[in-house]
């Protein structure tokens, strides 16, 4: 085992194409980290080697796209499913659909609902933030295809629009749950990391 992961508490696991994800992790750690907590925040497409049974707390956030979650999430979830249920361990997702009142818990949003009932593994934390919408980012095809969901679920349409329907306070109220969830240990000595990106 890698002596780094040994040394940290809580692994944040990141799948995120356009940012607001890994925008949400980055939140996360930073409340867990106020706490004391060492965090190790990673991509998915950088957690093959990672060994989620050293930490207190495995965290796995994904967003969705055209109604999937990345598959290496699925695989991630399944490959650790014993070891994550056997611990502390929470999920959630990022989608646009969860900007409606309707849609925007663990039990009443679809996506959640459906990852649930794809992956072994049972997180004892779910969660569920709506994400962000930022049609000049999109290439043609995929802003046509998003206004066209938009037109038809009420959402904006003006190609320029840029949106982010997170609500920051929902995320630190995740974030301090989180906290409660890793258990003490006798390795406990904060250490704070600073950066953007996973250590
Ligand atoms: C190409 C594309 C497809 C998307 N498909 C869905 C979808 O099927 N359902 C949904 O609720 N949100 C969908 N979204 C919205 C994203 O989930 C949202 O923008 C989220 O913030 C993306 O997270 P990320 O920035 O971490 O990649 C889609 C966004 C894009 C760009």
Redesign the pocket.
């Known amino acids: 085992m890698n002596p780094n992961e040994a040394r940290k508490q809580v692994l944040l696991v990141c799948s995120?194409?356009?940012?607001?994800?890994?925008k949400i992790c980055e939140r996360l750690r930073r409340v867990l980290q106020r706490a004391g907590h060492s965090v190790r925040l990673t991509m998915i497409e950088d957690a093959g080697a990672v060994d989620p049974g050293a930490y207190r707390l495995v965290v796995v956030g994904a967003?969705?796209?055209?109604?999937r979650t990345d598959a290496r999430v699925i695989e991630f979830a399944n490959r650790h499913a014993a070891v994550l249920d056997a611990m502390p361990s929470a999920y959630f997702s990022?989608?646009?659909?969860a900007r409606k009142p309707a849609k925007d818990r663990a039990g009443t949003n679809p996506?959640v609902r459906d990852f649930l009932r794809r992956v072994a593994w049972q997180p004892k934390q779910v969660d569920v933030f709506a994400?962000?919408?930022d049609y000049p980012r999109?290439g043609t095809l995929?802003r046509l295809i998003?206004r066209g969901i938009m037109w038809l679920t009420g959402g904006p349409t003006q190609p320029d629009a840029v949106v982010e329907f997170t609500d920051w306070q929902r995320v630190e109220a995740f974030g301090r749950a989180l906290c409660e969830a890793v258990p003490a240990g006798d390795t406990a000595t904060p250490v704070v990391e600073g950066g953007a990106r996973a250590a």
């Not at 995120?16 to 890994?22: E, F, K, N, P």
């Not at 967003?63 to 109604?67: E, L, N, P, S, T």
Request: hydrophobic content about 30%.
């Open positions: 995120s194409t356009d940012g607001q994800t890994l967003r969705i796209r055209y109604g990022v989608n646009i659909v996506y994400g962000r919408l999109y995929d998003i």
